[in-house]
Each structure stands twice: as C-alpha cells, then as structure tokens.
C-alpha cells in the first residue's frame, strides 16, 4: 500500500504529460500546415496593427484578428477602430476593478486569481483576444507615475500575484498580456530613458515576476516595455527576448510592443519581436509592414523567422478564440460586483488606530461629518492610461450613507479643491498644491457639530497617471492643513487616504491617531470601505511597498539615479530596491514593506524547520502556531523572510520567501506551515551567469511585516 498510492500518482502524472504532450505535437502539426498555406504577404500582415486595438488575420484561412483591450483596471470600454474616441457603445459599461497596489495588499494570491476571472469574463463578453494585463513592473522609485497600475517592490510577492492573475485570466480562454517587460520603472522619459541594471539585479528583482508568469501562469502573450534595457530597446533586445524569455524561459506566445513602442524593422524582427502595435502613419508603412517584406525579400530577415513568429500567434489563437467550447462571457454582474468588493475589502490597510475610535459602532454615533473631495470622486477613469466606463462606482461618501445612515446623521464638505489635469502644462497646475480656505472653513464648522469626523484624502487618477511621475511624494492639494483644521476641532477624526503609491504621511502620522489607507478601489470601495470603518470586515491590508519618511532617503534618490542623467537611468542601487535597501542600511521607513494592522491581535510561537541541515534540491517546511489573541476574527498575512549570515556575497538583511493569509477566530491558534524551495535561496552570480545556493547558516523569520519579526529559527544549507 505504501507504494502503490505514489506509484499510482506518478503513473497518472506520466499518463496526463504524454497527453498533453501528444496534443501539443498535434497542435503544431495543425499550425504548421496552416502556415504552409500563406503567402508571405499575409504572414506579414499578422505580424502588425491594423488598427489601434488589433493585428491583422488571415479571412481565407479563417483566421480573425487578434483583437485586445486594455486592462489592468478592467476591460475598457469600445473606442473607435482608428482613434481613441469612444465607439459610444452602451453594452460596454464594466466592473472597475481595484488597481494592481490594492490587489497587492490584500496579500492574497486568491483574490488575484478571482481579478483574472473578471477579467477574463468581461473581455469574452466583448470579444477580446488578449487583455494587455496585468501590469507589474517593479515599484522601484516611489514617485512613479504607474506605481498605482503595478504591484510591489518585493519580486516575490510580486511573482505569486503574477502567476494568479494571469492563470484567471486565462482560465477564460483569453490570453493575459503581461508588460511592461522590462524594467519600465520611471514614467518620466520612459520612452527614451536607457535603464543600466545588471544582470544581478535584473534576475533577481526585475524578470522573476516575468519568469513565474510565464513558467507557472504560461502567459501567452507579453508587452515589451518603451525603455531601453543595457543599451537596446526592449522591443529589440535579443538578450530580453529571445536569450531570456523564449529560450530559457521557454514562452511559446508572442511578444507585442507596447504602442508606438518598436523602432526598427530588422533589429526587432530578429530580436524576438513578434507584433508591432500602436505605431504612427499609414499602417502600410509601419516596421513589421512593407519594410518587413522588404528585409524578408533582401535577405535581413528569414522566412523562417516571420514563420515562428505567425506559429506564435496562431499558437496564442488556439488557446484563446480558436479554442474548443470557448466561454462567451459576461460582463458587470453582480458576481463580478462581489469580486471587486472582496479584493476592495481585503485590501484596506489600517495603519494606526491608537485611540481605538476604529471600528465606529454603528447605532452609537449618531452623526457623521465625511469631508474631502475624494469621498465623492470616482477614480475608475481620469489622467493617461486605460480606465474603465464603470457600470456603477459606489464612493466613499456613498457607502458610508449606506452603512451608517440608518443610525447616524451624515453630511459632507469638500474640503479642499483637487486642481490638477494630468493634460494640464505645469503652469496651468499651478498652485494645485494650495489650500482652500473657504473649503476648510465649511469643513471646520462642519465637523465642530459632529460625533466623528471622516476625512477623505490622498490624491486621484489625475495626479497619478501614466506618462507622468509625481515630483515629490507631498500630498496634493493643500490636504495637510485640511487635516490640521478639522483635527483641531474634532477629535474623532478619521484619517482616510485613497492612493497608489507612497506619500508623505509623516505629519499625519505624528499628529493624528486613527489612519487608513485606501485605493482606487473599484467598483465596490465605497462599500468596502464603510465595511472596514463599521468592523463589519476586520481590516487585513498591508503595505506592497514601503513608504519612506522622505524622499531622500529612497536608493534612487540617495545615489542620484533618478530620473537620471543623459537619458541613461542607472541603476546602481543593485538589488537593494524597497525593503532590502532600507534595511540591509538601517534606515527605518515611516511605515515598512508588510506593514498593516487589525482589529485584533496574534501572537505567535514554536517557529521551526522540519529539519536543522539541507541539501540543494531539498523542501524546508517552515511551521508555527498563530494565536488570535483578541476578540474579533480576522486574517493575518504571515510572511517569512530569509537572511544569510555571513554571505560570501553582498545580500539583504532579509528577502520576502513565503507567505499565508489565513482567518483565525477569536482564542483560537492555527497551525501554519508553508514550504520554501532551497534552490529560492538562491543568489544570481553575475560572472558564471548561475544561481548559486550558498552552503552556511540560515535564518528564517517569520514576521508580521518586513520590521516586525515575531520569530527566528536557524538552518543550515550544506552542499
Ligand atoms: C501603455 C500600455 C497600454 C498601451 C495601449 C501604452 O501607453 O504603456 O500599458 O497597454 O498604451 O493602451
């Protein structure tokens, strides 16, 4: 009996891998004979837009367009074929999902997964091949612009969000299109910014999310980004695309440019760039069009090239539109709705509650003052970049009214003017950092007649966008002497803040006692939002990325490699990006990488590793108890970071491996374990261009975030 279960296991694994094998060989034969049947005219004109949101298919063969939307934030409506106006279509009103920071701090790869669903769902609702999502360049530098699109700082977490959002997407039968590959950490001179990383850093920090996308979640399609990567543009960088991603990685989808992204014909042609999309002029004349067959006719670019890369394409077809009982979507359910509301919910972050006002108990307060434009802003469109007709975005001061209203009298000021357009020159934004004085009058009065006063702040779609960085991580709008006046008269006042990126909450932090971070939260964060203010979902958000106490202090900044210099951004911080580089200097952040409180409280014993001593190849199953020593439920996101003692190389102090949300009822104690690969403890040796585990002693801690670790145990890694 001992053997005959994983004997019977290993049997029906082989059983399943020749099948699919099998399919996959019949797959390409099927492909190829289609192939064979192309003039090289028509290859061609697969190989780039014929419009702005689609590339060309082959009618006599019946093979469609490859037609894609943008993404992340959920499917964006009908826009016309050959500018960006709206198609005025009234069928595609969508979910507005919350932004990929939110997804991040909800901690919870699950939820990623449901994201992806939607996604999914909704683009075969309007017939999209290929969602150009998600989005998860690395959170290098507070300041940038798409900070709020991205995920984390932590290629870990990073890569585990990855994996899921791309697998739900997929399990729809449309293809994910992962971007911004690669390296696209700055918003400002991002199309002609030439990033130095080295390959340390590159494989360590910047592709893993990128691997694990492709490896575990088999993405079928990437972006390239606009930059250039150690000298070559990333949609002509053979070592990114063809080296990396389809050799070694093995991705067997197609590459497409990020728009207006491709710069050559040749040079991307042989460099591993299969579609070229959003380029300007007649499309006849793009690179991937006449030039292409010109280079293909003269030599420069084989047949056997365009032919890989039209197998490519129609490879990513049969697993998507092509593809047997292909599901025919919907869009804006209410099912979609409750999967916004879950990711919305879980990732509120509740960074300070020292007075205990949160949660406010319903029924004893009987009025309520919510202040600030953003309690009534919706954030599911504005600035550059793709947003979502959101079908229906409850905000702030709506779901406040429906979760408090019965019992409380709610009433609203502005509070301050947020006057900034991402399309306005700076002359015409200036002065958007000043107060309003007449605003923050109403408001004081306001909130003196009050029992609780909710200030919404933080900043918007237009003050975040892509295209832009922020200049300085200050909150817009002359919030902070809003925040002064109302707390000055309230002492209840709650802090609210709705971003996607870091800002300077020091004075915040220092002066006022209950803080909470919100999002661009979709469709549900109104809702969501009350819900976490009411105790009705015990908060569980933490922080994706840090938040430094100034500017000055972030790597970019301190060695001066931002936004760079000469159009080269170098990036000589290495590996040392968020958490890694604030710790292994000791410099404490304002509130750190993991960061994020509840309602209740754990407690945390008998961390241990099933053994004291492993061998390259090996698992270490890392356990522990969780206690949730207060009295309400809630989850907790506990994370395990490793440190090397004595490295031979240089390393940081600790680096995200594992982590698990998991809900625990009141008194009780969990039993967690999690396992952590030995190769993941890996370092990327820049000369022998291989992954070095580095026999010694190890610590492994388990921690409630980046700064505070509950637990250590040793181990030890022999050869
Ligand atoms: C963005 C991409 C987006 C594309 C199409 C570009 O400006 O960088 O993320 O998918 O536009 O809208």
């Given at each position: 009996m001992k053997y005959i279960i994983p004997c019977a296991i290993v049997l029906f694994l082989s059983v399943n891998v020749f099948a699919q094998n099998k399919k996959e060989t019949a797959l390409q034969i099927k492909i190829n004979s289609i192939v064979k049947k192309m003039t090289l005219e028509e290859k061609v004109n697969m190989l780039h837009g014929n419009a702005l949101f689609s590339s060309g298919g082959v009618p006599r063969l019946g093979i469609p367009e490859l037609t894609c939307d943008d993404g992340p934030l959920g499917v964006r409506e009908e826009i016309k074929r050959f500018d960006w106006a709206s198609a005025n279509w009234t069928t595609d009103s969508?979910?507005?999902?919350?932004?990929?920071?939110?997804?991040?701090?909800?901690?919870?790869?699950?939820?990623?997964?449901?994201?992806?669903?939607?996604?999914?769902?909704?683009?075969?609702?309007?017939?999209?091949?290929?969602?150009?999502?998600?989005?998860?360049?690395?959170?290098?530098?507070?300041?940038?612009?798409?900070?709020?699109?991205?995920?984390?700082?932590?290629?870990?977490?990073?890569?585990?969000?990855?994996?899921?959002?791309?697998?739900?997407?997929?399990?729809?039968?449309?293809?994910?299109?992962?971007?911004?590959?690669?390296?696209?950490?700055?918003?400002?001179?991002?199309?002609?910014?030439?990033?130095?990383?080295?390959?340390?850093?590159?494989?360590?920090?910047?592709?893993?999310?990128?691997?694990?996308?492709?490896?575990?979640?088999?993405?079928?399609?990437?972006?390239?980004?606009?930059?250039?990567?150690?000298?070559?543009?990333?949609?002509?960088?053979?070592?990114?695309?063809?080296?990396?991603?389809?050799?070694?990685?093995?991705?067997?989808?197609?590459?497409?440019?990020?728009?207006?992204?491709?710069?050559?014909?040749?040079?991307?042609?042989?460099?591993?760039?299969?579609?070229?999309?959003?380029?300007?002029?007649?499309?006849?004349?793009?690179?991937?069009?006449?030039?292409?067959?010109?280079?293909?006719?003269?030599?420069?670019?084989?047949?056997?090239?365009?032919?890989?890369?039209?197998?490519?394409?129609?490879?990513?077809?049969?697993?998507?539109?092509?593809?047997?009982?292909?599901?025919?979507?919907?869009?804006?359910?209410?099912?979609?709705?409750?999967?916004?509301?879950?990711?919305?919910?879980?990732?509120?972050?509740?960074?300070?509650?020292?007075?205990?006002?949160?949660?406010?108990?319903?029924?004893?307060?009987?009025?309520?003052?919510?202040?600030?434009?953003?309690?009534?802003?919706?954030?599911?469109?504005g600035g550059y970049g793709a947003g979502v007709k959101a079908k229906h975005e409850i905000t702030a001061l709506e779901g406040i009214k429906s979760r408090f209203g019965k019992t409380a009298s709610i009433s609203f000021a502005q509070g301050y003017r947020a006057n900034y357009l991402a399309s306005n020159t700076d002359a015409q934004n200036r002065g958007y950092d000043q107060p309003d004085q007449k605003l923050i009058d109403e408001a004081v009065a306001l909130a003196k007649t009050t029992e609780v006063a909710i200030l919404c702040i933080g900043s918007n779609r237009e003050y975040e966008s892509e295209g832009h960085d922020r200049k300085n991580l200050d909150l817009p709008f002359g919030e902070q002497a809003l925040v002064n006046a109302v707390s000055a008269v309230n002492p209840n006042t709650v802090i609210v803040i709705m971003a996607g990126a870091p800002y300077d909450l020091k004075e915040i932090k220092k002066s006022n006692h209950t803080i909470v971070w919100s999002w661009f939260n979709g469709s549900e964060a109104g809702d969501a939002l009350a819900d976490v203010l009411k105790g009705a979902v015990n908060p569980s958000g933490r922080l994706p990325f840090t938040f430094p106490v100034s500017l000055k202090d972030s790597p970019a900044s301190t060695l001066e490699t931002y936004p760079g210099k000469d159009l080269t951004a170098d990036y000589k911080e290495g590996i040392m990006v968020g958490y890694r580089w604030y710790d292994t200097k000791n410099i404490d952040p304002l509130y750190c990488f993991g960061y994020g409180l509840s309602y209740t409280n754990f407690t945390y014993t008998g961390l241990a590793t099933n053994k004291k001593a492993y061998k390259p190849g090996d698992k270490i199953l890392v356990s522990l108890k969780v206690k949730n020593s207060g009295t309400l439920a809630g989850k907790e996101v506990i994370q395990l970071y490793i440190s090397k003692t004595n490295s031979v190389v240089l390393r940081p102090e600790k680096e995200l491996k594992a982590f698990k949300k998991i809900m625990i009822a009141p008194a009780e104690t969990a039993a967690v374990s999690m396992n952590i690969d030995v190769k993941d403890l890996a370092y990327f040796d820049s000369k022998s261009h291989k992954w070095i585990v580095e026999p010694g002693q190890y610590k492994v801690l388990a921690a409630s975030s980046s700064k505070t670790i509950r637990q250590v145990a040793s181990f030890q890694i022999s050869r």
């Amino acid at each position: 009996m001992k053997y005959i279960i994983p004997c019977a296991i290993v049997l029906f694994l082989s059983v399943n891998v020749f099948a699919q094998n099998k399919k996959e060989t019949a797959l390409q034969i099927k492909i190829n004979s289609i192939v064979k049947k192309m003039t090289l005219e028509e290859k061609v004109n697969m190989l780039h837009g014929n419009a702005l949101f689609s590339s060309g298919g082959v009618p006599r063969l019946g093979i469609p367009e490859l037609t894609c939307d943008d993404g992340p934030l959920g499917v964006r409506e009908e826009i016309k074929r050959f500018d960006w106006a709206s198609a005025n279509w009234t069928t595609d009103s969508a979910t507005f999902l919350p932004n990929g920071s939110a997804i991040a701090a909800t901690w919870n790869p699950a939820l990623a997964n449901k994201y992806g669903v939607v996604i999914g769902e909704e683009a075969n609702a309007r017939k999209k091949i290929v969602m150009l999502a998600p989005a998860f360049n690395i959170c290098r530098m507070p300041l940038c612009g798409r900070t709020y699109e991205y995920y984390s700082e932590d290629p870990y977490l990073n890569s585990q969000l990855a994996i899921q959002s791309v697998r739900g997407i997929q399990s729809q039968h449309v293809a994910a299109c992962i971007k911004h590959f690669a390296a696209n950490n700055q918003e400002l001179h991002r199309d002609s910014v030439n990033t130095l990383v080295d390959e340390r850093a590159l494989r360590e920090i910047y592709l893993p999310a990128f691997k694990a996308a492709v490896q575990q979640g088999n993405a079928y399609t990437v972006m390239s980004a606009y930059n250039k990567v150690n000298g070559y543009w990333c949609s002509e960088n053979d070592f990114l695309l063809n080296k990396v991603l389809k050799n070694e990685w093995g991705f067997k989808g197609a590459v497409m440019s990020d728009w207006a992204g491709t710069h050559h014909t040749v040079a991307a042609a042989n460099s591993g760039l299969d579609i070229e999309m959003g380029s300007s002029g007649p499309y006849e004349q793009w690179y991937f069009a006449k030039p292409l067959l010109e280079a293909v006719r003269s030599g420069q670019v084989s047949e056997k090239t365009i032919d890989e890369k039209v197998r490519r394409i129609l490879w990513l077809m049969y697993q998507t539109s092509m593809s047997a009982n292909h599901p025919k979507g919907s869009i804006a359910t209410p099912a979609h709705a409750k999967a916004a509301y879950d990711i919305a919910s879980e990732s509120i972050i509740l960074l300070k509650n020292d007075a205990h006002l949160l949660p406010l108990k319903e029924g004893n307060i009987k009025s309520i003052a919510v202040i600030g434009d953003n309690a009534t802003r919706t954030f599911a469109l504005g600035g550059y970049g793709a947003g979502v007709k959101a079908k229906h975005e409850i905000t702030a001061l709506e779901g406040i009214k429906s979760r408090f209203g019965k019992t409380a009298s709610i009433s609203f000021a502005q509070g301050y003017r947020a006057n900034y357009l991402a399309s306005n020159t700076d002359a015409q934004n200036r002065g958007y950092d000043q107060p309003d004085q007449k605003l923050i009058d109403e408001a004081v009065a306001l909130a003196k007649t009050t029992e609780v006063a909710i200030l919404c702040i933080g900043s918007n779609r237009e003050y975040e966008s892509e295209g832009h960085d922020r200049k300085n991580l200050d909150l817009p709008f002359g919030e902070q002497a809003l925040v002064n006046a109302v707390s000055a008269v309230n002492p209840n006042t709650v802090i609210v803040i709705m971003a996607g990126a870091p800002y300077d909450l020091k004075e915040i932090k220092k002066s006022n006692h209950t803080i909470v971070w919100s999002w661009f939260n979709g469709s549900e964060a109104g809702d969501a939002l009350a819900d976490v203010l009411k105790g009705a979902v015990n908060p569980s958000g933490r922080l994706p990325f840090t938040f430094p106490v100034s500017l000055k202090d972030s790597p970019a900044s301190t060695l001066e490699t931002y936004p760079g210099k000469d159009l080269t951004a170098d990036y000589k911080e290495g590996i040392m990006v968020g958490y890694r580089w604030y710790d292994t200097k000791n410099i404490d952040p304002l509130y750190c990488f993991g960061y994020g409180l509840s309602y209740t409280n754990f407690t945390y014993t008998g961390l241990a590793t099933n053994k004291k001593a492993y061998k390259p190849g090996d698992k270490i199953l890392v356990s522990l108890k969780v206690k949730n020593s207060g009295t309400l439920a809630g989850k907790e996101v506990i994370q395990l970071y490793i440190s090397k003692t004595n490295s031979v190389v240089l390393r940081p102090e600790k680096e995200l491996k594992a982590f698990k949300k998991i809900m625990i009822a009141p008194a009780e104690t969990a039993a967690v374990s999690m396992n952590i690969d030995v190769k993941d403890l890996a370092y990327f040796d820049s000369k022998s261009h291989k992954w070095i585990v580095e026999p010694g002693q190890y610590k492994v801690l388990a921690a409630s975030s980046s700064k505070t670790i509950r637990q250590v145990a040793s181990f030890q890694i022999s050869r």
